[in-house]
């Protein structure tokens, strides 16, 4: 049972580039989250998928697209990256939508040049 | 996201001292949840609590959410060196609420 996992670990991108960060859970859970987390901030919430076929924006959506394919799978997609989204990603997954317990992954550490 | 104040920013601790810190929002809360986070990992749960009054314990960790709903504290007893992390304090406003809003976190850091 690996929980949630995050894919790359680390990422360096030029400007304009693009790339996904791909996460999964086996916890068979409904609801399933993306942040992000910067120094001396708390984590931030740039989109969640309350179950498989819906996503909705949270607080900091600009620069990102997302993609629930699966229960298992939610990938987040940075279509032309800027050195303002250098950040460590988070994704975190819960029972469901309002059940706050949520789990997270080790995170993905982007670095945008 | 709804501002959650969290303190002390940093701290330093020496083995077996007890530390508290607290996280204070103007705004009720339902359920407070308390994260650590280790250097290069994610946050990982460490107590939640869902009602006023609440005080729940983990171990040498104990929390508590506030009467007043604005606010939380944790407390680490007789602390340990692999106590070191960051702390965050995170809140839920509604029982349907997707979100949970993040304190900035207190770096607990052992004293040389």
């Known amino acids: 049972n690996a929980g949630v996992t995050q894919t790359p670990k680390f990422q360096v991108l030029k400007t304009g580039q693009s790339m996904t960060l791909q996460c999964a859970q086996d916890?068979?859970?409904?609801?399933m989250y993306w942040y992000r987390q910067d120094p001396g901030m708390g984590l931030r919430l740039i989109y969640y998928?309350?179950?498989?076929?819906?996503?909705d924006k949270g607080e900091v959506p600009n620069g990102y697209n997302v993609s629930r394919l699966n229960k298992r799978e939610f990938s987040l997609r940075l279509e032309s990256a800027a050195p303002s989204q250098t950040s460590v990603y988070f994704c975190?997954?819960?029972?469901?939508?309002?059940?706050?317990?949520?789990?997270f992954g080790p995170g993905t550490r982007l670095l945008v040049l | 996201g709804q501002q959650l104040n969290q303190s002390p920013q940093s701290m330093f601790i020496q083995e077996g001292e007890d530390v508290s810190m607290n996280c204070t929002s103007s705004?009720?809360?339902?359920?407070w949840l308390w994260y650590k986070q280790e250097p290069g990992e994610g946050p990982v749960l460490l107590i939640a609590?869902?009602?006023?009054?609440e005080l729940t314990s983990n171990g040498r960790l104990t929390a508590q959410f506030g009467i007043t709903r604005k606010d939380s504290f944790l407390n680490i007893s007789a602390s340990i060196p692999s106590d070191v992390g960051i702390y965050f304090c995170?809140?839920?406003?509604?029982?349907?609420?997707?979100?949970?809003?993040f304190g900035a976190g207190t770096t607990v850091t052992v004293r040389a």
């Open positions: 975190a997954s819960s029972e469901m939508t309002g059940l706050v317990t949520q789990y």
């Open positions: 916890m068979n859970h409904n609801s």
């Open positions: 998928s309350a179950s498989e076929g819906t996503t």
């Open positions: 705004s009720i809360f339902n359920t």
């Open positions: 609590l869902y009602k006023a009054g």
């Open positions: 995170a809140g839920q406003l509604g029982s349907n609420d997707y979100k949970l809003s």
